[in-house]
């Protein structure tokens, strides 16, 4: 069963959130979190950290990841493994995979004719909300 994560960043802050515009499907053109595949063998949070920096040159120094959920789709035979982290430090973040972007909170995260995965990225923040104290340490 193939593996893939989604990293949820806020700034230092916590009053914005890192999002990418897809540019490939599914869901291109929306936004998403940053994430990536997990490698054959590869563990959870050394294939987060690695899809991050991939993905926006956001390092291990810059953050820490908490695992906050897991989605299996077993008619799809795949599975999405949620983390959450907040930069310790302003961190300018580039990336060629998708475009980079800082979205304030004040959106409507389960509008999935903007936001990708038919809105998990709304119920993904409900939870990272609802727990705040203990992620965004």
């Excluded at 972007?101 to 903007?114: I, V």
Aim: proline share 1%; glycine share 8%.
């Amino acid at each position: 069963m193939q593996g893939y994560n989604l990293i949820v960043v806020f700034d230092k802050t916590e009053q914005k959130l890192l999002m990418c515009k897809r540019k490939k499907e599914p869901y291109k053109g929306l936004s998403n979190f940053v994430g990536g595949k997990i490698e054959a063998g590869e563990e959870g949070y050394a294939a987060a950290y690695r899809e991050l920096e991939e993905e926006t040159s956001i390092t291990k120094n810059d953050i820490i990841l908490t695992r906050l959920m897991d989605f299996t789709y077993h008619l799809d035979q795949c599975y999405v493994q949620v983390y959450v982290g907040k930069l310790n430090q302003t961190v300018v973040v580039k990336g060629e995979e998708n475009d980079l972007y800082w979205s304030t909170l004040d959106h409507d995260f389960f509008d999935a004719s903007k936001y990708a995965g038919e809105g998990n990225i709304g119920h993904i923040l409900m939870h990272v909300f609802m727990n705040k104290e203990m992620l965004l340490k």
